[in-house]
């Protein structure tokens, strides 16, 4: 079993720490439990926050056996937000447009599940100095971290967002998004597509704020970036990447070049954490949390 360190019986006892983890699948380098654990410990919650591989039982089976065992509450990472969905008994407004849970909080067996993700960026935005409202923002990809950007920004009424795709799916995944936002909300979604170099110049030089919601930077791509060179960043936006490993993407360091305020994925994730934390415990997460995010 993959839940680490709790055995069946210890849940029974009353006074038993309350059970939180992260599932999803790799999950072993996740930061969650440090900064959950950290969190609940600074305002004397005795709650433990672990790991659990999906992949391990499945996730229909996982989920069946963190209820059973009596988990609180569970936050989601890839590749399991969208299949959560089916497994909650209600969700959130904006778990329903994205099609993404990635915070579940458990009520005595009744599973409630949303998306946090938004919240995040929103945090994050502000630590940039971004407001949303009236404001027209370039978004880089169409895939899971891009979609939550997309509707919490359009639920805070920004003007106007242009979203640049690469693949036939990303842009049916934006245009799907696109329709159902434009019910509720009166963003103006533009989708665009990365073989047109000079629209994405002009589209950022319109926006205050851009976003690389992609997963180039990281990993077999981190030597790279969608932004080819400084003259993409001459009205000098706001510069956000969702990426926080490595810290300094070639993006970030691009925009640093050219004069642009810049932030990691760390305020992101700190963002989603906090919220999913006032959801499960009613309580702010500490400031002394931010230590973890800067
Ligand atoms: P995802 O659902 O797989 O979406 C990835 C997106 O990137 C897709 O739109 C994909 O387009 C696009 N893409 C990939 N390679 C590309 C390329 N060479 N050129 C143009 N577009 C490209 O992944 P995700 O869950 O959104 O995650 C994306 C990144 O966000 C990851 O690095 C993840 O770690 C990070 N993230 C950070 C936080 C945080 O709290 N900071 C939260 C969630 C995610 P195609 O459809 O063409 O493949």
């Known amino acids: 079993m993959s839940i680490s360190g709790i055995s069946p019986s210890e849940k029974k006892h009353s006074s038993s720490p309350a059970l939180y983890c992260v599932i999803g699948h790799p999950v072993e380098h996740s930061l969650s439990p440090m900064i959950m654990n950290h969190a609940f410990k600074a305002v004397g919650i005795d709650a433990q926050y672990s790991i659990t591989d ?8 996982t989920v069946e056996d963190l209820k059973t065992r009596g988990y609180a509450g569970w936050n989601v990472t890839m590749p399991d937000k969208t299949n959560m969905c089916a497994l909650v008994d209600e969700l959130s407004d904006e778990s329903k447009i994205a099609q993404s849970v990635n915070t579940v909080k458990n009520m005595n067996g009744f599973l409630y599940g949303t998306t946090t993700d938004g919240e995040g960026f929103l945090y994050a935005a502000g630590k940039l100095g971004i407001t949303l409202p009236g404001k027209k923002i370039t ?3 169409a895939g899971g971290a891009a979609s939550a950007i997309l509707i919490v920004s359009s639920l805070h009424h920004a003007k106007e967002i242009s ?22 909300s009166d963003t103006h979604i533009r989708i665009c597509s990365f073989s047109d170099p000079e629209e994405l110049q002009y589209q950022i030089s319109e926006s205050v704020l851009l976003v690389n919601a992609t997963n180039v930077g990281m990993g077999d791509k981190a030597g790279f970036s969608l932004i080819p060179d400084e003259s993409y960043l001459l009205s000098r936006p706001a510069v956000f990447d969702v990426i926080y490993s490595p810290s300094e993407t070639i993006l970030l360091k691009t925009a640093k070049k050219a004069g642009c305020r810049t932030a990691n ?6 963002g989603q954490a906090a919220e999913s934390f006032r959801l ?14 800067s």
């Open 54 to 61: 999906s992949n391990e039982l499945g996730l229909v089976q």
């Open 139 to 141: 978004l880089l990809g």
């Open 163 to 184: 979203v640049f795709c690469r693949s036939n799916r990303s842009k049916a995944r934006a245009q799907v998004l696109s329709e159902k936002l434009s019910d509720i």
């Open 265 to 270: 994925g760390l305020p992101m994730l700190f």
């Open 280 to 293: 499960w415990t009613g309580k702010e997460m500490p400031p002394s949390s931010v230590i973890l995010s």
